[in-house]
């Protein structure tokens, strides 16, 4: 073979031949990474940064391919005991370790830093791979460990025990015998001039999201088994191996629970399942003024506010539109828009928007009442304030989940499926951001943005996205009301 094979090859290849195959010989199919899944890479990349920290030893071998595995010996051979990015190759395979560290006049120890907060089973081969190949390349390997984040007693500002070391010596070397048997396995499917024909499964998005899920589902219909709600992967792959994706071809004595019974018979009748009686009754519990709220959360690796432990959540903004008894709406928004702390801000301008009577009405309440509560507790000054609205919250979602379902909602409640089903005028594909984890980014880079037209247009768009959420609830309410007179 031509060009080395990655570290990322082998993970992808345990992962699905077919994506294997893809991304050494049709790279230009792969779908673009999102803002979110950058985001991702890129606090993987800070983790492993602040990991390096921990070692004051340590030299980083800089350079790609021929340049680094030199560096790399150059530092083995002046005596160097740490190492960050590692350069090493055997038999067409190439790797980069995050630490290696010397442990004796002639062994090493071998450190992956994961920004995950435990060992996964994909670590354990990430590493066999990484041991076999310094094995063969003439490097003695005493103990493999994971470095991984510390969500348990870590906490900002005292980030001295960000992470947990775990030994996992044991696990790896029961895989090593199976690296080598791996890689001939990938190695003769990359010969192939055609690529691989698998079935589509829970591999196309575990552990990894593939990004050419897009070309191997395209033979899916919109409506399908998989907008079957909570149904598991073992029937789908049950059904998949009989030949089923339509839910017009699901067998009529299929076991479903009623809530997918209920979602497939409106499909196949293509009518909405509607109880008024329950609606009316959920809605009588609304109290005006109506408060339409929402935040939006951020939860990094590393910490950096007080009180806050690796990927506990923190609101940096929020929407609220308030319904009154006359019909009237007003506004209210925060966004907070530099690297300070938000919260001390945001409960400010929260306590002063929000009514001190009148329902709150919310899309999924656990995360708003959790947030509320989380506030409360780090904020003891506000909490009665806080606690009191997290009281009077009232779940829209449940509307959906058990009163009133929609063949077009492809089986699920989420407010992005809802809205354009019920008001066919408002949509969130007319956002630049469309999804929670996208403001997530956006809020991110807009932080340390220096250009100030474009921090301007992303401020723009954060408060765009989520004021959509709460005037799509508004909207939907308003809906409900109308469906329910006639």
């Not at 590692?86 to 560290?101: E, G």
């Not at 690529?195 to 990894?208: F, M, V, Y």
């Not at 899920?213 to 998989?226: A, D, L, R």
């Amino acid at each position: 073979m031509a060009a080395l094979l990655k570290k990322s090859n082998f993970m992808s290849g345990l992962q699905c031949l077919k994506k294997l195959w893809l991304e050494v010989q049709e790279p230009q199919q792969a779908t673009a990474l999102s803002p979110a899944q950058q985001r991702i890479i890129d606090q993987g990349k800070e983790v492993g940064h602040y990991a390096r920290q921990q070692f004051s030893n340590g030299q980083l071998i800089v350079g790609n391919g021929n340049e680094a595995l030199q560096a790399t010996q150059e530092a083995i051979a002046t005596g160097v005991a740490c190492l960050f990015e590692a350069a090493f190759s055997f038999d067409n395979l190439f790797i980069r370790c995050d630490i290696l560290q010397k442990t004796s006049a002639v062994t090493w120890e071998l450190i992956e830093v994961k920004s995950s907060s435990k060992v996964k089973d994909e670590h354990q081969w990430d590493l066999a791979l990484q041991k076999y190949v310094l094995i063969e390349a003439g490097l003695p390997i005493g103990k493999t460990k994971l470095m991984h984040i510390n969500t348990q007693t870590c906490c900002f500002p005292n980030l001295t025990d960000l992470f947990v070391i775990e030994d996992i010596t044991e696990e790896v070397d029961r895989l090593l015998s199976e690296v080598s048997k791996q890689l001939e396995q990938f190695r003769v499917t990359l010969t192939e001039n055609l690529e691989p024909t698998l079935a589509i499964g829970k591999h196309c998005t575990s552990p990894n999201p593939c990004p050419f899920t897009q070309t191997c589902w395209q033979h899916v219909p919109e409506v399908s088994i998989f907008t079957i709600p909570r149904l598991d992967w073992k029937k789908k792959d049950t059904l998949l191996a009989q030949g089923v994706l339509a839910i017009a071809d699901l067998p009529l004595s299929y076991a479903l629970s009623d809530n997918q019974r209920t979602y497939v018979d409106s499909v196949l009748t293509n009518q909405p399942v509607i109880d008024k009686a329950a609606i009316v009754a959920s809605l009588a519990k609304l109290e005006h003024p109506i408060h339409f709220f929402d935040f939006e959360a951020q939860n990094p690796a590393i910490p950096r506010f007080d009180g806050l432990k690796p990927y506990e959540q923190f609101s940096f903004q929020y929407s609220c539109h308030v319904l009154q008894s006359d019909g009237s709406v007003e506004h209210h928004e925060y966004l907070h828009t530099d690297q300070s702390d938000p919260r001390p801000s945001l409960i400010a301008a929260l306590t002063t928007d929000i009514a001190s009577i009148g329902s709150i009405v919310v899309y999924h309440k656990s995360f708003e009442a959790s947030s509320l509560r989380k506030l409360a507790g780090d904020f003891p000054e506000h909490a009665s304030e806080l606690v009191a609205i997290a009281n009077r919250l009232w779940d829209l979602e449940d509307i959906f989940k058990y009163h009133y379902k929609h063949p077009s909602f492809r089986g699920s409640t989420s407010i992005k499926n809802v809205l354009p089903i019920l008001v066919s005028n408002l949509s969130y594909k007319s956002q630049t951001i469309q999804r929670g984890d996208q403001a997530q980014a956006v809020w991110e880079e807009m932080l340390i943005c220096l250009d100030e037209a474009k921090r301007t247009q992303m401020i723009n768009d954060l408060k765009s996205y989520c004021q959509l959420d709460t005037l799509a609830m508004v909207e939907i309410y308003k809906f409900l009301l109308k469906m329910l007179e006639n």
